[in-house]
């Protein structure tokens, strides 16, 4: 597990809250996120955590023992997580409220615990290697010219390790396919993209299949991956790093 | 269809949530092998192979693409690169990755060079062109008992 996940988290009930018959309510210290998880996972529960981290709100929705609801801000599901396992410290509390809308995580939680962390590991290494990098020589630091039009998501803001740079790039289309916004040399990678939507869609049509949400092509160390977002717009990631495809990959639940 | 092709794919439905697979020649996307469920007919397999040939081709990278992964709502198809064919399967969205992953490379392992051997044997014939373009005929009722004609207009 990522030595990030080890935050500092409060736990206590909520005031006033409808408890059950058995069991006792615990003021906790020291506990990570991933720790509180685990637990409501394994005792089965089927309730609303809040998390409050400084000025951050996020939600974690459990039901019969599954983790089935996340939200972190504007983020929802797999990338929500990742977020909340991200944050140092906070304190949560059961609320009685469920999250509106279909459950946004899928999957078994222990895969998607062992992906955030992993995520999160790799985010730290990234950030360790470009700031001893930075420090060493900022004029040698060679970044790669962005043609970054509007950032706002995390995958936007990827940080690959020096060697990678090159190849990391990422686009976002409407689904018109015109660029929304764009980092690196993303004009095959727009095509491609766009293409893939057309074609996929006439695959998932043919086999009685429901709308295609995304893929991952696999070429050597070379990771490309397409998430179709809610809205229709498109977002596409290359890169030679699996960490920078990682919370694109977990939108569409690979 | 060559009944050692059939039973090495059934093999892949050791993994629970394996709904089928099939092979397709690379180049062309002629349908080699099927372990399908029969509403899926050969007709649809013939639009769909030469769309997957050429997915496969989409990201120009050296080594090329060895590997494909869609997801489709609840279900997802993966390809696999062998050679002469490609391998896909039909499969659950909530299937263990990991248990895919190896059911798949023992397969591709098995079949290799047999579908070399197939592929070799059965001339590469040309998808029939009331089948090219999609939408505009095939059957009605596919894959789960939906209709085509809904999906398309969704």
């Excluded at chain 1, 909520?14 to 020291?30: C, I, N």
């Excluded at chain 1, 996120?33 to 955590?49: F, P, R």
């Excluded at chain 1, 140092?88 to 809308?101: D, N």
């Excluded at chain 1, 985010?123 to 962005?146: P, T």
Aim: glycine fraction near 8%.
């Amino acid at each position: 597990m990522a030595s990030d996940t080890k935050a500092r988290i409060v736990v206590h009930p909520e005031q006033g809250e409808t408890r059950t018959a058995e069991g006792f309510d615990a003021r906790l210290k020291g506990v990570t996120l991933a720790d509180l998880i685990q637990m409501k996972c394994l005792s089965g529960a089927t309730e609303c955590v809040r998390i409050k981290s400084a000025d951050k709100i996020g939600m974690l929705q459990f039901a019969s023992g599954n983790l089935t609801h996340a939200v972190a801000g504007d983020l929802a599901g797999g990338p929500a997580v990742i977020e909340l396992l991200n944050w140092k410290t906070g304190a949560c509390e059961p609320v009685g409220t469920a999250l509106p809308g279909d459950a946004s995580v899928r999957g078994p939680w222990q895969s998607l615990l062992l992906a955030a962390a992993t995520a999160l590991d790799e985010r730290a290494r990234f950030q360790q290697q470009n700031a001893s990098s930075a420090s060493r020589s900022a004029s040698r630091e060679g970044r790669v010219a962005l043609q970054e039009k509007e950032t706002s998501t995390a995958i936007f803001n990827v940080q690959s390790p020096p060697a990678a740079r090159s190849a990391a790039c990422a686009v976002k289309l409407d689904s018109a396919g015109r660029v929304l916004k764009a980092k690196g040399e993303v004009d095959d990678l727009a095509a491609a993209t766009a293409y893939v939507l057309h074609v996929a869609e006439h695959i998932g049509t043919s086999l009685g299949l429901d709308a295609f949400k995304g893929c991952e092509f696999r070429a050597g160390e070379l990771r490309t991956v397409v998430v179709v977002e809610a809205n229709g717009e498109v977002l596409a990631v290359q890169s030679n790093q699996e960490a920078d495809v990682a919370e694109a990959k977990m939108r569409i639940g690979f | 269809m060559d009944q050692t092709l059939v039973e090495t794919l059934h093999t892949l439905r050791d993994i629970k949530g394996v709904q089928g697979s099939f092979i397709v020649r690379a180049g062309t996307g002629q349908v080699l092998g099927r372990d399908l469920p029969t509403v899926l007919d050969d007709a649809t397999l013939a639009q769909v192979g030469p769309r997957i040939d050429r997915m496969l081709n989409v990201v120009e990278s050296q080594p090329p693409t060895e590997s494909l992964a869609m997801c489709f709502g609840d279900q997802r198809l993966d390809v696999r690169r062998m050679g002469f064919g490609h391998l896909c399967v039909l499969a659950e969205a909530t299937i263990s990755q990991p248990a895919l992953r190896m059911a798949i490379k023992l397969v591709c392992r098995k079949l290799e060079g047999y579908v070399a051997s197939v592929a070799q044997a059965q001339p590469a014939s040309v998808v029939p062109e009331t089948n090219v373009a999609a939408g505009t005929s095939g059957p009605r009722y596919q894959f789960r008992g939906l209709r085509t004609d809904k999906l398309e207009s969704r």
